[in-house]
């Protein structure tokens, strides 16, 4: 197993397939404008194909393929069946907005897909239009329903919570996990990227979201999937599901982080709030085989030493305080989630 120097083994890869988005969403990229990358310098299927062949003969068992927003990268349906196919897959998800997911879902279902977590911040339309720009809420409920009818499972609902926003949408999207069946993951929000005004005035803690849902729905806590899972889980009570609460702001899990992440153009990033990559496109295309690639993979993990959240939450507490445009980020809309 591959671990860095603070011994975190790298188990799964998060593959960004695009930085185009059809959203605008305030916490990821709020503005009309801006410098898309170069098509040609998107990775292509084959590419990243490969790379993920790397990752997986190095320790990687699940993959997550991202964006911008994924399902508008062309015939993704055949990315999903190459990447199904690799030895060592044991877990092949996506994250989507859900608006293009009814009528995706079947093709990617067929080339072997078998989870999906859809970004929902709001079931509320005049909401969700103020957070996205767009009136595609019926469409996303449209496709959540038919990846549950093509049997995915599970499909999870990730909800960014923005004081001044949205946390009355809190309670509502837990009764909808509820009594729909989808189980939702809270976010707080962070300072990813830097188009956000991301200040801490705009936090909503884990600790008031477990109040507000615990204050209607009496919940038990779970703990971490494989202890090691961004989201802390909370069963109801009443057995009507659970819900989860990633806080990474207030209860950073930097210590247990196993993700590492493939920018849609091909820089392996170690942290989500990572400032730079190590450029593997760059190998890919000088001609590199597959163990100039494992030796560049392996050294860019070996020498992993990120923990910036909980870096963050000390200054937070600090009397000088935390500045989140100090740091420039990679963007959001490049890297994923």
């Known amino acids: 197993m591959l671990c860095d120097t603070l011994q975190r083994p790298a188990r799964d890869l998060r593959i960004s397939v695009t ?17 898309w990358i170069e098509r040609r310098e998107i990775l292509s299927f084959e590419e990243i194909t490969r790379l993920a062949r790397v990752f997986l003969r190095l320790g990687v068992e699940t993959i997550r393929l991202t964006g911008g927003e994924p399902l508008l990268r062309r015939d993704l349906d055949r ?13 092949l998800s996506l994250t989507t907005n859900g608006s293009l997911l009814a009528d995706r879902i079947e093709s990617l279902a067929r080339a072997g897909l078998q989870r999906i977590n859809v970004s929902l911040d709001s079931l509320d339309p005049d909401r969700f239009f103020k957070l996205t720009r767009r009136r595609d809420l019926p469409r996303i409920l449209e496709g959540l329903f038919a990846a549950r009818r093509l049997g995915l499972s599970p499909i999870k609902i990730n909800a960014v919570i923005i004081r001044g926003i949205n946390e009355e949408d809190i309670l509502g999207l837990a009764e909808f996990s509820r009594t729909q069946g989808f189980p939702v993951r809270f976010i707080e929000y962070m300072d990813a990227g830097n188009a956000s005004d991301w200040h801490s ?22 703990g971490r999937s494989e202890g090691s899972a961004p989201s802390v889980d909370y069963r109801f009570a009443d057995g009507k599901g659970d819900v989860g609460v990633i806080a990474s702001v207030t209860e950073p899990f930097c210590s247990g982080c196993t993700r590492a992440r493939l920018t849609a153009d091909g820089k392996l990033v170690t942290c989500l709030f990572s400032e730079d990559g190590f450029d593997l496109k760059r190998l890919l295309r000088d001609g590199a085989g597959e163990e100039e690639l494992s030796r560049a993979v392996r050294a860019a993990w070996l020498s992993r030493a990120d923990r910036f959240s909980e870096n963050r939450l000390a200054a937070l507490q600090s009397p000088a305080g935390y500045r989140a445009r100090a740091r420039r980020k990679i963007e959001m809309i490049s890297l994923g989630g």
Do not use: A, W
């Open 79 to 91: 990315l999903v069946g190459r990447l199904s196919s690799l030895p060592g897959v044991r877990d």
């Open 19 to 35: 930085d185009r988005c059809n959203f605008r969403c305030d916490y990821c990229m709020p503005h009309d404008h801006y410098q």
């Open 201 to 222: 005035g705009k936090l909503v803690t884990k600790q008031e979201i477990l109040e507000r849902i615990g204050g209607r729905f009496p919940i038990r806590e779970v």
